[in-house]
């Protein structure tokens, strides 16, 4: 079984410029989360959609960041414009369901330097 | 709102010594919990899960007890070996109230042979 892809895996940026991740997830899964984690921090969740709509966006940062998920297949995540504290990688993963109890299957994640 | 603290590290063991790594948590609703873990130059995999009070998540010699009387899910393996090095994560999600999939802040383990 094919796990979560994503890419690319490195980008480098000057702020102020636009950037966009692209995830594939597992076939099947119903649900598709982003993740940014910092370095030395745990994963913090950006966006989750369940099929094509959003179940939770409380803490994407809308003024720069989007997100969308293209027949509730693959997903794009937008930085525009970066900033030097979106440096991070980002995360994708994706569970069966999207319940409580699923297990999320994480992709390699996209490490961003914004200089 | 729901949060995850473990304890700092990194955690520096010899091979085949004892491993505990603490989590405990807070959360509104009824949560799930979660050990991930992060090997060197790969993504986040699950490790092992428990989704209610009272039950034991295991794997590969991992264990790790849900405890709602005192809010913790502490990972714990009886002899680690040079492979076990990685980082680890521990993590809830809910049922109720906020349903984000809260993370601690990762754990690393460093086990010399």
């Known amino acids: 079984e094919a796990g979560v892809a994503q890419s690319p895996r490195y980008k480098i940026i000057e702020k102020r410029q636009s950037v966009a991740f692209w995830c594939n997830p597992i076939?099947?899964?119903?649900?598709l989360y982003w993740y940014q984690q910092i370095l030395g921090q745990g994963p913090k969740l950006l966006i989750q959609?369940?099929?094509?709509?959003?179940?939770?966006d409380s803490q994407l940062p809308k003024d720069r960041f989007s997100a969308e998920r293209l027949k509730g297949v693959d997903s794009t995540l937008k930085i525009q414009p970066a900033k030097l504290e979106d440096s991070a990688v980002y995360l994708c993963?994706?569970?069966?369901?999207?319940?409580?109890?699923?297990?999320?299957?994480f992709g390699p994640g996209t490490r961003l330097t914004v200089l | 709102g729901n949060s995850v603290t473990q304890m700092e590290g990194p955690v520096t063991l010899s091979e085949e010594a004892f491993l505990t790594i603490n989590c405990t948590y807070t959360?509104?609703?009824?949560?799930?919990l979660f050990w991930y873990v992060q090997y060197p130059g790969e993504g986040l995999q699950l490790l092992l899960k428990a989704t209610k009070a009272d039950d034991k998540g295991s794997n590969k010699g991992f264990e790790a007890t849900y405890r709602k009387e005192t809010t913790s899910f502490h990972l714990e393996k009886g002899s680690v070996q040079v492979s076990d090095s990685a980082v680890y994560f521990c993590a809830l999600t809910t049922s109720g109230g906020s349903y984000i999939p809260t993370f601690g802040r990762g754990t690393s383990l460093i086990v010399h042979p």
């Open positions: 959609f369940q099929n094509n709509g959003v179940v939770d």
């Open positions: 993963a994706s569970s069966l369901g999207g319940g409580a109890r699923d297990t999320q299957y």
């Open positions: 076939s099947g899964h119903a649900t």
């Open positions: 959360a509104t609703g009824y949560p799930s």
